[in-house]
């Protein structure tokens, strides 16, 4: 049984939350591990801009300093988007980071975009997983000596929620390692949208795409692997994968993409359960968070961490004025699992099962209240 720490939000003058959140940690037993010299990559999602559901720079700052006292050389990161938003390559990735606060001002710590300029710079961690044969996880966290990761936990539209697998697996995998987790199928090319730019023949690493005589990509299914790398760099939307896979699936890749993060590194893991939106902070909006604000919760496991954090979320009431209640009217729907209510399709326990198996952490834990 794992330990998961645990603190609310009441505060007093002289216990703010940022006290409350420095306390929790060390509590939990964040000291205890060797930062001397450590590169420290400070997994967190900046927030896509327009996003507002993020977790406060400030928050982010207080860790560092504690950080860099205990001896680390902490950096906030995260990995470039497969979509084409505003943290889709280093450039505007960083500056969306400026945006929301985490800049060496407001996180009073420097950020690294860990799959680089494009999303081309990652490393292939063996791993020979049930699903992901070796994940693609951006350089910077795949070199890092001591992963922690801060989660905010809130719904999401495909894992069913989000938390420290789902930050720490999707948010370190890069460009093509996010598609590899988001569908199990080949690419195919859209001819009607292909300029013939050749972007995916120089980038596949398996030369199975070609531009055949009338300047349309080719794809050699002989030689396609499916890593996704094809479509992840085309700017024309004509490299597309077919059809995805089941939520189910796509938890069990984010729990081995995990265990490809963590390695046998040191780790810490910290959530939020603020603002719980129904859906990602990779949206450009945040919808009305469907329960209150709980609290704080830390430990080294992130799979008990995870668990506890959902236990709580369904244990709450929900909120009124927001998705939930739409179809939820009057109802408190305390003991109800409100992340399924919101997406049917979506199945998160699987994710937190295939992590227990593969040895990522337990599902077992006890809660102490800090
Ligand atoms: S990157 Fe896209 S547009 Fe360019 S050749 Fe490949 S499929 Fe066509
Ligand atoms: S999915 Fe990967 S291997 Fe297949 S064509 Fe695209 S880049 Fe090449």
């Known amino acids: ?44 999602h900046f927030g896509e801009p327009g996003n507002l559901a993020f977790i406060r720079p400030n928050y982010a ?69 049930e699903y992901c044969k070796a994940p693609k ?11 922690i990761s801060m989660n905010h936990f809130k719904g999401h539209e495909q894992a069913g929620f989000g938390g420290a697998l789902k930050n720490l697996g999707m948010g370190s995998a890069s460009r093509g390692g996010k598609m590899e987790l988001h569908s199990s199928s ?3 090319i859209d001819r009607e949208e292909c300029t013939g730019c050749r972007i995916c023949e120089k980038y596949c690493a398996h030369k199975a795409v070609s531009i055949g005589a009338d300047k349309i990509a080719e794809i050699d299914y002989d030689k396609c692997v499916g890593c996704g790398q094809c479509v992840a760099l085309c700017q024309y939307s004509a490299a597309v994968m077919g059809e995805g896979d089941t939520s189910e699936v796509l938890n069990c890749k984010i729990a081995e993409y995990t265990k490809a993060v963590l390695g046998d590194k040191p780790n810490f893991h910290i959530n939020f359960i603020m603002n719980v939106s129904p859906e990602c902070d990779c949206w ?19 799979v008990a961490l995870d668990q506890a954090c959902a236990d709580m979320v369904t244990k709450a009431p929900a909120l009124s004025g927001n998705r939930l209640a739409e179809h939820h009217p009057h109802e408190h729907l305390e003991g109800e699992d409100k992340f399924h209510l919101i997406h049917p399709d979506t199945n998160w326990q699987s994710g937190l099962e295939h992590a227990e198996k593969i040895g990522i952490g337990t599902r077992a834990y006890e809660l102490i209240t800090v």
């Open 284 to 302: 450009n909006h945040n919808d009305a968070a469907i329960i209150p604000d709980l609290g704080i919760l830390a430990s080294f496991d992130p």
């Open 137 to 147: 996880i951006g350089t910077a966290i795949a070199d890092a000596d001591i992963v």
């Open 61 to 129: 700052a207080r860790l560092a300093n504690l950080l860099r006292s205990l001896g680390g050389k902490p950096f906030l990161t995260d990995s470039n988007t497969l979509y084409s938003g505003g943290r889709s390559n280093a450039v505007d990735h960083l500056r969306a980071a400026m945006e929301n606060g985490f800049n060496p001002i407001s996180a009073q710590c420097d950020v690294i975009i860990a799959d680089g300029l494009k999303g081309t710079d990652f490393r292939e961690v063996p791993l020979d997983g």
């Open 1 to 44: 049984m794992s330990k998961v720490y645990f603190t609310n939000l009441r505060t007093t003058p002289s216990s703010n939350l940022l006290t409350k959140m420095e306390r929790l940690v060390k509590r939990a037993g964040i000291e205890s591990i060797d930062f001397k010299g450590q590169f420290t990559a400070v997994k967190i």
């Open 186 to 188: 080949q690419p195919v």
